[in-house]
């Protein structure tokens, strides 16, 4: 399957006028959002506390997380914001993308709308 970026603004809770907004890689494997420390501190958002998280080769990583306002494809939601490394491609988790209801066509792999949000 091929790579999916998405524009994602992260704003401080709660809402500032401060923000960061990058193009983030849709990870369906993430549970959590990811962006570079710096960035999120100059946004505002502070840490709230702190999770052992396993990376994609197996080795296990702790990790400061905030909690956030995540704007993306005209939908908002907030969630958990890692405080990667500053290094670090921004990461979309698949806790905001499900949501607002909002899904991978694996067919065509584009980000794609659901009709409603599950409560099932």
């Known amino acids: 399957m091929g790579l999916i970026h998405v524009t994602v603004s992260l704003k401080p809770l709660p809402q500032a006028a401060e923000s960061y907004e990058a193009l983030f890689l849709v990870d369906t494997g993430a549970t959590d959002s990811m962006a570079p420390a710096s960035e999120l501190q100059k946004a505002g958002i502070q840490p709230a506390g702190r999770m052992a998280y ?5 080795t296990t990583v702790e990790y400061d997380f905030g909690l956030a306002v995540i704007e993306f494809m005209g939908e908002i939601t907030a969630g ?3 405080f990667g490394p500053d290094n670090a491609e921004p990461l979309l988790g698949v806790t905001a993308l499900e949501s607002v209801g909002i899904m991978i066509d694996p067919a065509s792999q584009k980000l794609k709308r659901l009709p409603a949000v599950p409560l099932k």
Do not use: Y
């Not at 396993?54 to 197996?58: F, I, K, Q, R, S």
């Open 80 to 82: 958990r914001v890692i």
């Open 54 to 58: 396993e990376l994609a080769n197996g």
